[in-house]
């Protein structure tokens, strides 16, 4: 029998609810996943609005390998530190420019295979950084030294640069989840290449909500059109993602299942 890696990705944890439900649940998911790699995008965990290294510990310690993030990264300033150091799983979008802190991708070795993780950033409907496909090419010229499979998390608002960016890279990655958008997609699927695919793997927070936001804020920003602040809805949350078998020996994708689950808390 050919031997898989099972990879097990969570969509974006957000504010206490999420972080709740991923601190309680992740060992469980582990196991009816039989995960052998977990990887979770941390971006909006603190409060909706970034991470910090307290919440970062206690996701890695509750399982996680490798926590990914996206453009609200830099809301908490005290999570920089973890960005900067390599030896921390913490990493940010690799395709923001020179000169940014952080690290854009990490590598952890799992059954003997030494897997990169790589986080990239849209820029249809988001900051004009630099260009993901661009970055994703030279990335990964350097990361075949480094990595014997790359798995990519293309945080981005557009489903068009998300399937252009799955397509360009399929063959060269095993897999590309996208991120951001907190609304899972129906359209996971393994590429001619052998990567796997999906538009957006959902989020970890509040079922009962607006992408994570408190309903009644939402609708009154959208009736009256003034900037009230966001805050976090206070409901139970889902755990959403994906579990992809990675074969070992090619590192193509042989399968990929969503999931998004009620969790208690
Ligand atoms: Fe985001």
């Known amino acids: 029998m050919l031997d898989n890696l099972h990879a097990l990705i969570l969509g974006d944890v957000y504010g206490q609810p999420g972080f709740r439900a991923v601190f309680i649940g992740l060992k469980n998911l582990i196991k009816e996943k039989k995960a052998d790699l977990v990887i979770v995008n941390g971006e909006n965990a603190a409060d909706g609005f970034g991470l910090t290294p307290e919440i970062a510990g206690q996701i890695l310690s509750a399982g996680a390998h490798v926590i990914t993030s996206g453009n609200h990264i830099w809301h908490q300033r ?15 979008p690799a395709n923001y420019p020179p000169g940014t802190p952080g690290k854009g991708y990490t590598v952890v070795t799992v059954k003997g295979k030494r897997v990169g993780v790589l986080n990239l950033q849209g820029r249809s409907g988001m900051s004009s950084i630099d260009c993901p496909f661009r970055t994703a090419g030279s990335l990964l010229k350097k990361m075949k030294s480094e990595a014997d499979f790359v798995v990519v998390d293309f945080h981005a608002e557009s489903p068009e640069e998300k399937e252009a960016l799955g397509i360009y890279l ?4 095993s897999l590309l989840v996208g991120t951001h958008t907190h609304i899972q997609t129906a359209d996971e699927r393994i590429l001619p290449g052998g990567t796997g695919y999906i538009t957006d793997i ?3 927070g509040p079922e009962l909500s607006v992408i994570g936001s408190d309903p009644a804020i939402s609708i009154r920003r959208f009736l ?21 078998k990675i074969e070992m020996s090619s590192g193509k994708t042989v399968s990929i299942e969503r999931f998004r689950k009620k969790s208690l808390v």
């Open 202 to 204: 959902g989020m970890c």
């Open 78 to 92: 005290e999570i920089l530190p973890q960005l900067e150091d390599s030896r921390v799983p913490v990493i940010r």
């Open 224 to 244: 009256t059109q003034m900037p009230l602040k966001i805050e976090v809805s206070d409901n139970p949350s889902v755990l959403s993602g994906v579990l992809v």
């Open 170 to 173: 399929d063959g060269k990655v």
